[in-house]
């Protein structure tokens, strides 16, 4: 069973559309991210969600809205994609005990033309 | 900002050697972790390494916090172990908010 999945792998899509990204984990964890890794693979985080309230957010332009229905789902909601949305998208989430560390899903590879 | 430095950049090993990755930090950091991004992309958690030696097979960290720094180890290196390497860690009472490193990208060769 995948602990972590996102939807969809791949995403091209015009400028100008709206698009949204899927994540659900099964691992029971109580807080969620989203991460995203440049084209020099820098990562760097967006958000955050503790048991569907936001506890991070960083300087995202606010074409980014992130929603959390309950604690096992994250999905990213981008408005208006502009060429610089182009990236790999990484949902993860985390235990309360720390011990166990961060599990991220495999990825969203977001193509915007 | 908070700074987080890896060092090497790159590293291309022939199979069988060993290598010593380093993370430094330009401030005290809480929830240090190892991260291993393989070529397809996935990000897997090596390590939770606050502080001290942990040790999973052919793999160990240490984490010296009150010199900011923290050293993966990696032996008898296989071509699965290519990929990029990455250290992160939270500052202060942003525990949630890990900053990642640049990464070390490590190439072993058959």
């Known amino acids: 069973d995948t602990a972590v999945s996102q939807t969809p792998k791949y995403l091209v899509t015009q400028m100008g559309n709206d698009k949204s990204i899927k994540c659900e984990q099964n691992?029971?964890?109580?807080?969620m991210y989203w991460y995203k890794q440049d084209s020099k693979k820098f990562l760097k985080i967006m958000f955050s969600?503790?048991?569907?309230?936001?506890?991070i957010n960083e300087t995202v332009p606010n074409r980014f809205s992130p929603k959390s229905p309950d604690k096992a789902h994250l999905n990213l909601h981008i408005n208006s994609l502009e060429l610089g949305d182009s990236a790999v998208y990484f949902c993860a989430s985390s235990h309360p005990d720390r011990e166990y560390g961060y599990t991220f899903g495999s990825g969203t590879r977001l193509t915007v033309v | 900002g908070i700074q987080v430095e890896q060092s090497p950049p790159d590293l291309i090993l022939q199979e069988g050697a060993n290598s010593t990755l380093r993370c430094n930090f330009s401030d005290s950091v809480n929830n240090l972790q190892w991260f291993h991004q393989n070529p397809w992309g996935q990000l897997i958690n090596l390590f939770y390494i606050p502080s001290g030696t942990k040790q999973n097979g052919r793999l160990s960290a240490t984490t010296v916090a009150t010199e900011r720094y923290s050293l993966l180890y990696i032996s008898s290196s296989q071509t699965t172990d290519s990929g990029v390497y990455f250290c992160?860690?939270?500052?202060?009472?942003?525990?949630?908010?890990?900053?990642f490193g640049t990464g070390t990208l490590l190439a072993v060769q058959p």
């Open positions: 992160a860690g939270a500052y202060g009472g942003a525990t949630n908010k890990l900053i």
């Open positions: 691992l029971g964890h109580d807080t």
């Open positions: 969600y503790n048991n569907k309230e936001l506890i």
